[in-house]
Nanobody, 124 residues
Framework: QVQLVESGGGLVQAGGSLRLSCAAS????????MGWFRQAPGKEREFVAA????????RYADPVKGRFTISRDIAKKTVYLQINSLKPEDTAVYYC?????????????????WGQGTQVTVSS
């Protein structure tokens, strides 16, 4: 079992930055693919970014490329999402997810564990 707890969300002005954190429990954190997803009001949850267990591979959704950076700290069992140049359309609940099986993915259905989410609100 893996438990995920997100933090770092908040209210920020457009153009600002935030760093989201996701703390994981469990002994095999380094073997999990970790992902970030988001759900805006009235919309379906969508993929944001993912990182492989070794951090050698990352993947980003097109709307966030160049602005978002995913990283992980194995020792701290934490995955981060650095968000720069925030836009009002980035407003959403951001979820952290863990995938036990090998292979980075943007598909929500293949992730096994989910956090409770952290709210990011961007004002214009």
């Amino acid at each position: 079992q893996v438990q995920l707890v997100e933090s770092g969300g908040g209210l920020v002005q457009a153009g600002g930055s935030l760093r989201l954190s996701c703390a994981a429990s469990g002994r095999t954190f380094s073997s999990y693919v970790m992902g970030w997803f988001r759900q805006a009001p009235g919309k379906e949850r969508e993929f944001v970014a993912a990182i492989s267990g070794s951090s050698s591979t990352t993947r980003y959704a097109d709307p966030v490329k160049g602005r978002f950076t995913i990283s992980r700290d194995i020792a701290k069992k934490t995955v981060y999402l650095q968000i720069n140049s925030l836009k009002p359309e980035d407003t959403a609940v951001y979820y952290c997810a863990a995938k036990a099986r090998y292979g980075i993915s943007s598909l929500e259905r293949v992730y096994d564990y989910w956090g409770q989410g952290t709210q990011v609100t961007v004002s214009s």
